[in-house]
C-alpha cells in the first residue's frame, strides 16, 4: 500500500508568519505534488517535482515556494502567510506522473489568522 | 481559468438509483482523464480512469462515458449505495510533451440516502 504522510495536519498561524509544510512518501515514487483544496476551486496545483532537486511551477504558485530535499521529502515554504492561504493543502506521489495513479496523504489544514 | 469543469456542484440520489456526474474540458491535448473518489477528513484516492482512445469504462458499478468530439464525460454510478456518498473529482492531463500536470475539477458532493 502506497503511502504519503503529511506534518502537521493542523497549523494556524498569523498573517505574515512562516509556515512548512512537510511531505514524507515510502513509495519509491519520482514524482511528487502539492496541491490545496478550497470550496468551488477543488484542487489547484502549486507545485510538483520529477526528483530530488527538481521542481515545476504548478498552476497557482504565488506565495508558495517548495523544495524536494530527497526522493521521499517534499516540502512547501510559506514565507509570509496571508489569509489567502487559509486552505487544506494536499500532498501526493505518483511512480508515472500524471497518467498515473496519484497516492493522496490526509492533508494539512492551514489557518492565516 | 477552469480547465476542467464538473457539474453539478452537488447531487442527492436515492439508494439504488443510478447517478450520473458530469465533466468537461478545455484542453483538446488531454487525453487522460481519471475520476478521484473523496470521503469527509481523507485525500482523493483513484476511483477509476479512461484515456481518449476510449468512449467507455467500466469497473463494476462505475462507468465513464467519453465524448471526445464534445470534450465531455460523465461518471454513472448504477445501485447508488449510501457508501457512495462522497466527492468525485474529474480530472484531465495531456500525455504529449512530457507534462505531469493533472488539473482537477471542482468537484461533485455525492449524497445517496437510503
Known amino acids: 500500500e502506497a503511502a504519503v504522510t503529511q506534518s502537521p495536519r493542523n497549523k494556524v498561524t498569523v498573517t505574515g508568519g512562516n509556515v512548512t509544510l512537510s511531505c514524507r512518501q515510502t513509495?519509491?515514487?519520482?514524482?511528487m505534488y502539492w496541491y490545496r483544496q478550497d470550496t468551488g476551486h477543488g484542487l489547484r496545483l502549486i507545485h510538483y517535482?520529477?526528483?530530488?532537486?527538481?521542481?515545476q511551477i504548478g498552476d497557482v504558485p504565488d506565495g508558495y515556494k517548495a523544495t524536494r530535499t530527497t526522493q521521499e521529502d517534499f516540502f512547501l515554504l510559506l514565507e509570509l502567510a496571508s489569509p489567502s492561504q487559509t486552505s487544506l493543502y494536499f500532498c501526493?506521489?505518483?511512480?508515472?506522473?500524471?497518467?498515473?495513479?496519484?497516492?493522496f496523504g490526509e492533508g494539512s489544514k492551514l489557518t492565516v489568522l | 481559468q477552469q480547465q476542467v469543469r464538473q457539474s453539478p456542484q452537488s447531487l442527492t440520489v436515492w439508494e439504488g438509483e443510478t447517478a450520473i456526474l458530469n465533466c468537461s474540458y478545455e484542453?483538446?491535448?488531454?487525453?487522460?482523464f481519471p475520476w478521484y473518489q473523496q470521503f469527509p477528513g481523507e485525500g482523493p484516492a483513484l476511483l477509476i480512469a479512461?484515456?481518449?482512445?476510449?468512449d467507455k469504462k467500466e469497473d463494476g458499478r462505475f462507468t465513464i462515458f467519453f465524448n471526445k468530439r464534445e470534450k465531455k464525460l460523465s461518471l454513472h454510478i448504477t445501485d447508488s449505495q449510501p457508501g457512495d456518498s462522497a466527492t468525485y473529482f474529474c480530472?484531465?492531463?495531456?500525455?504529449?510533451?512530457?507534462?505531469?500536470?493533472?488539473?482537477f475539477g471542482e468537484g461533485t458532493k455525492l449524497t445517496v440516502s437510503s
Open positions: 501526493a506521489s505518483s511512480a508515472q506522473g500524471s497518467t498515473g495513479q496519484l497516492y
Open positions: 479512461i484515456r481518449s482512445v476510449s
Open positions: 484542453n483538446s491535448a488531454f487525453d487522460y
Open positions: 517535482s520529477y526528483g530530488a532537486g527538481n521542481l
Open positions: 513509495n519509491s515514487h519520482n514524482y
Open positions: 480530472a484531465a492531463s495531456a500525455q504529449e510533451g512530457g507534462s505531469a500536470k493533472l488539473i
